[in-house]
């Protein structure tokens, strides 16, 4: 299984971006997880295989929204009203299983990460 991200960038304050995260083979549960400069990788958003479910983490929510495609083969995370602490590597993760995990233990296929920065 691959998983690809891509679509981060640099943008100011209030701004918006797209993450995309294609992946191979089968459908899967994915999330979204993001890591700033010395902190640990914290759990971002997550959406279930048919894209039914979706959950998300309390300091995103209102702002960023998880979606898949009919194909079920991207995963996307908009991301609107950005600040500044929201600035991190986002990656995306698949899970085999059929629950939303937020412990980044629990995926069993990752991303290689997107760098997405946003100015004050």
């Known amino acids: 299984v691959q998983l690809q991200a891509y679509g981060g960038g640099l943008v100011h304050a209030g701004g918006s971006l797209r993450l995309s995260c294609a992946a191979s083979?089968?459908?899967?549960?994915m999330g979204w997880f993001r890591q700033a400069p010395g902190k640990e990788r914290e759990f971002v958003a997550a959406?279930?295989?048919?894209?039914?479910?979706?959950y998300y983490a309390d300091f995103v929510k209102g702002r960023f929204t998880i979606s898949r495609d009919n194909a079920n083969t991207t995963v996307y995370l908009q991301m609107n009203s950005l600040k500044p602490e929201d600035t991190a590597v986002y990656y995306c993760?698949?899970?085999?299983?059929?629950?939303?995990?937020?412990?980044?233990?629990?995926?069993?296929?990752w991303g290689q990460g997107t760098q997405v920065t946003v100015s004050s």
């Open positions: 083979g089968r459908t899967f549960s």
């Open positions: 993760a698949a899970d085999r299983g059929p629950n939303l995990r937020v412990d980044p233990r629990g995926y069993d296929y």
């Open positions: 959406i279930s295989r048919s894209g039914g479910l979706t």
